[in-house]
Every structure is written in structure tokens, then in C-alpha cells.
């Protein structure tokens, strides 16, 4: 059987993969942010997971503000990532797991999860960035079964929904019945906004309580509404949902094995919490 062997969130701004383009991680303003992501990279080598399932938000590559559908699951053999605009080279394709993706799909449909099923899945920096801050160049070997979340477009999925969606992700991974070892990404946050007359905003005792209540009690933050989620975290601070459901998506107990907290990151106050799964260590 599979096992949900862990779970990171991380964040994913776009200026990371121009960092990593230009081999600037050791410069004084970058150290900081990838010396917290070494622990992460050095726990992937020794747990070998064979596939990532990432839960991300599309910022406007494959869905637009015209046709956004609050949960999406890839049902693709392959995902292209496209040029977005930010001044990246777009990443090579990314291996899919289809029948993974179906597997998911199915247990998602059961359990009352109306999804968008994607046979042709564009993914934007919010799942290259992680990919690449993971395995590096190795990244392109890995499978991926990507899992969108409407952070973008209101009305917004509510944290409670987000976490229930993992959870059933989770049971579904873990009733698979191919022996693979699977970890779980959360992408996004932690709180930023982009724009408007908030723009700049930064709440850090917030990024640290939900960094702590990721790993010991992720019901409370189920209490929260989305919108309570952009006021206290910012517009853009919302994709802490990605993170919830990832942590859903893991057992009831879970070991924490490494964070790291840096503030900014570009307009972000970034963020990287490794959980190992209490109920599925690598076999
Ligand atoms: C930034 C942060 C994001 O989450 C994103 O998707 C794009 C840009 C930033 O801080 O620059
Ligand atoms: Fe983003």
C-alpha cells in the first residue's frame, strides 16, 4: 500500500526561481531563506518519496478569473509549465501519475467533492518553485499529481473545506494500492499582499501561531473563515489554505522535522514547516 510518508509547505515566490537561476542562494539577502530549505532537501534524500501531490493556486496560467474552479485535481500524464510573466525561463514538463489521479479523483467524488478533473493541467511557479526548492534539478524524475485551490477568485474555499479536502486526499493516497511512499506539499503564503491599499502586509505573530498550529492542533485553524484568513494574513497571504489541506491530508499526529521563518522574501513572509506522518514512515 502507499504511505503519506510527510508534509511541507513552503512558500513559492517567483523571485526564488530567478535566485536559483543566478546562483545567488548564498548571497546575504538570500542565505537566510535557503539555509531553512537545506534540512528540508537532506530529509528528501534520505525518505526517497517517489511522488509529490501538491496543493497549489493557479495564479492565471492553465485557470483565469473567467473559469475558476475551487478544487482541481491533474489527471495528466505530463505538466508544462508556461512563461507567466515573471522574467522566468518556463521549467521543463513535469511527469504525472495518472492513474494515481484517478485514484484520487474517484475517492475525492465519493466522498462529495465536486472537482474539475484535468486531463491538460498548465502549472505556474506556484508548483515549479517548490519542485525545484525540493529536488533541484532531480525534480523533473519525480511524479506529480497537482491539486489546485481557488485562493484567487471570490467567493474562496473556506479553511474548514480545505482541510477536509486533504483529509480525503489523504485517505485516498493511503488506500493506494501500489507500494509507493508519497509526500504532501502545501504551496503558498505566508502572509503577503500584493496590492492595493494593503500592499506590503506582513503579520508575523499570525505566520508563527499557524506554523504552530499546523503541527499540533490544525482543527483551530478550521475555525477561521477565508476572509478572516486575507485580513489577517493579506489578499495573497490567503494561499495559507494549501497549506491546511496538506496538513489534512496527514494523520491525526504528526512529528515535526524542521521549520524556518524569514521575513521578506520580495512582498512574502516566507515559510517552510517539514511534518513527518506519525502513522506512515517510510517502510
Ligand atoms: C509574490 C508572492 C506570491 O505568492 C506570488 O504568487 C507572486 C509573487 C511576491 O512576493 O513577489
Ligand atoms: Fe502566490
Given amino acids: 500500500m502507499a504511505r503519506v510518508i510527510g508534509g511541507l509547505g513552503t512558500s513559492h515566490v517567483p523571485a526564488i526561481g530567478a535566485a536559483i537561476a543566478r546562483g545567488a ?17 537532506d530529509w528528501l534524500k534520505s525518505a526517497q518519496p517517489d511522488i509529490a501531490v501538491i496543493f497549489y493556486n493557479d495564479h492565471g496560467l492553465n485557470f483565469f478569473l473567467d473559469k475558476m474552479p475551487t478544487f482541481a485535481v491533474g489527471a495528466a500524464s505530463g505538466y508544462r509549465n508556461a512563461d507567466e510573466g515573471w522574467g522566468l525561463a518556463p521549467a521543463a514538463p513535469f511527469m504525472g501519475d495518472a492513474p494515481l489521479s ?6 475525492l467524488v465519493e466522498r462529495e467533492f465536486d472537482i474539475a478533473t484535468c486531463q491538460e493541467m498548465l502549472v505556474d511557479h506556484a508548483v515549479t518553485i517548490p519542485m525545484s526548492l525540493m529536488w533541484g534539478e532531480e525534480a523533473h524524475r519525480m511524479c506529480i ?6 485562493t484567487v477568485q471570490y467567493p474562496l474555499p473556506s479553511p474548514a473545506r480545505c482541510f477536509r479536502l486533504g483529509q480525503a486526499v489523504g485517505d ?3 488506500s493506494y494500492e ?6 504532501v506539499v502545501g504551496s503558498g503564503g505566508l502572509s503577503h499582499q500584493l496590492d492595493g491599499a494593503r500592499a506590503g502586509f506582513i503579520n508575523k505573530s499570525f505566520d508563527l501561531m499557524c506554523m504552530q498550529q499546523l ?7 478550521t475555525e477561521y473563515s477565508a476572509l478572516d484568513l486575507v485580513e489577517l494574513a493579506g489578499s495573497q497571504g490567503v494561499e495559507l489554505l494549501n497549506w491546511i489541506a496538506m496538513r489534512g491530508a496527514l494523520s491525526g499526529k504528526v512529528r515535526r522535522v524542521h521549520s524556518n521563518y524569514h521575513v521578506p522574501i520580495s512582498n512574502t513572509a516566507t515559510g517552510v514547516l517539514l511534518l513527518e506522518n506519525a502513522s506512515g514512515g517510510p517502510a
Fill in 178 to 183: 501500489e507500494d509507493i511512499n508519497i509526500v
Fill in 102 to 107: 484517478w485514484h484520487v479523483i474517484n475517492a
Fill in 25 to 41: 542562494q548564498e548571497e546575504a539577502y538570500w542565505s537566510p531563506f535557503f539555509e531553512g530549505f537545506a534540512p528540508v532537501c
Fill in 145 to 150: 499529481v497537482p491539486i489546485a485551490i481557488n
Fill in 215 to 221: 503541527v499540533e492542533d490544525p482543527d483551530a485553524l
Fill in 172 to 174: 485516498a493516497l493511503a
